[in-house]
Structures are given as C-alpha cells and as structure tokens.
C-alpha cells in the first residue's frame, strides 16, 4: 500500500461545476497535509495546506481534512479551464520537527469549457 | 526578486558521462531537496539538506550526490550516467519551521542515451 494514494484520474468536470480531489494517507501519526497543482511540463506550486480537522477555505478552494478517517480533499467551486493540471496531495508525515513530504502521484483535472 | 533557479532546464547525454545538475536559490532558505519524477507518477525525495554541510539521502535510492558549501547552492551530480537516470529533476527549497511552503526551481529533464 502506498503512502499516500489518489485516483490518477482523469477527472474531467464542465466549467463552472464543482471539482471533488481526494487522497488517503496510511500514517495516523501525520500532521500537515498539502495540496500542490502541476501545469504539464511545469513544477509544483502550493494551494492549500491545512492541519486540523474539518474545512479549510481560501477561494475557490477548500480542503477537507478528516484524520480519524485517513483522508484529505480538495474541492474547487466554479472550476475553470484554467484550473486543468495535475493535483498532487502531500502529507508530513512525522510529528517530529524533521520535514520530509511524501507525495501522492496525482490527479489529473481536466475542466470542459 | 526572490527565486529558485535551475540549471540546465533540459540535458541529452551519453552514457559514463559525469555531469551536475545546478540548483540555486535566492530566498536564504535553509531546507533544500532533489526530487526525482518521472511522467504521471509521484515525487521521489532523492537528497535533502537542512543547511551548510547537511546533507542526507532522500527516501528513494540514488547513485547521485549532493554538495551543500553555500546556503543558495544545492549541486547534484552523476559520476557516470546511465539510461535508468532519465527523468525529471526538481529542486525546492524551504524556511525553517513548519516548512509548509516548498518553492520548486523549474527542473531539469535529463535524457541519457
């Protein structure tokens, strides 16, 4: 079992729906989770991090954590083609102040104008 | 303006060749990494260093080497390159802390023939 695991996807959605992005992780021990979007070709940038239970909301963007269950989502209302990339889920997975994120291999968006 | 460079953006070899692969960063960020990703699958952790003279193998076993004399430079380097060392290279950089916030360089694409 991977460490952290998403639905490689692809997720395709119209525009201006309600895109749904999850990812479980197997340490119950993990403390930050992260969401990373990906342009093909491009690096990783930061959208979202979030660290303690419930809903996290930063636009059109909101991450939902839910650590008795082992898993983390990331919705994006009003989706636009623009948003078409591969999300990548990190966790940090030691309670300790060593930082090393472990990633999923992603999900692949794609929105249909 | 504040960045993370890398050097050189794309590279074909042959194989036995050595070669380094740059990475600087303009942040004064103490945590560095090298990440390896190859097409649709997840970030591998190869090398990581929390600051001057610290460095340690990443999660995932690699024949490179990493050099940390200077706060802003991170060089990774093959002695002898071979095919299976084709892939994605991304250096990221971070504050102490939480170390929520990776900032990725643009990456390298290393082809070896």
């Known amino acids: 079992q991977k460490e952290v695991e998403q639905n490689s996807g692809p997720l395709s959605v119209p525009e201006g729906a309600i895109a749904s992005l999850n990812c479980t992780y197997s340490d119950r021990v993990s403390q930050s989770f992260f969401w990373y979007r990906q342009y093909s070709g491009k690096s990783p940038e930061l959208i979202m991090s979030?660290?303690?239970?419930g809903d996290k909301e930063d636009g059109r963007f909101t991450a939902q954590l839910n650590k008795a269950s082992q898993y983390v989502s990331l919705l994006i209302r009003d989706s636009q083609p623009s948003d078409s990339a591969t999300y990548l889920c990190a966790v940090n997975p030691r309670m300790d102040s060593s930082y090393k994120l472990i990633f999923g291999s992603g999900t692949r968006l794609l929105v249909r104008p | 303006e504040a960045d993370i460079y890398q050097t050189p953006r794309y590279l074909v070899i042959g194989t036995g060749k050595k070669i380094t692969l740059e990475c600087s960063q303009t942040?004064?960020?103490?945590?560095m990494y090298w990440y390896q990703q190859d097409p649709g699958m997840e970030l591998h952790l190869i090398h990581y260093?929390?600051?001057?003279?610290?460095?340690e193998k990443g999660d995932l076993s690699s024949e490179s080497t990493v050099s940390r004399i200077r706060t802003e430079h991170f060089p990774l380097t093959l002695e002898s390159a071979r095919p299976s060392h084709t892939s994605q290279y991304l250096c990221?950089?971070?504050?102490?802390?939480?170390?929520?916030?990776?900032?990725f360089g643009s990456g390298t694409q290393l082809s070896v023939l």
């Open positions: 260093s929390y600051g001057v003279n610290s460095t």
């Open positions: 990221a950089s971070s504050d102490q802390g939480r170390g929520e916030k990776l900032f």
């Open positions: 979030i660290y303690s239970n």
């Open positions: 942040m004064g960020h103490d945590k």
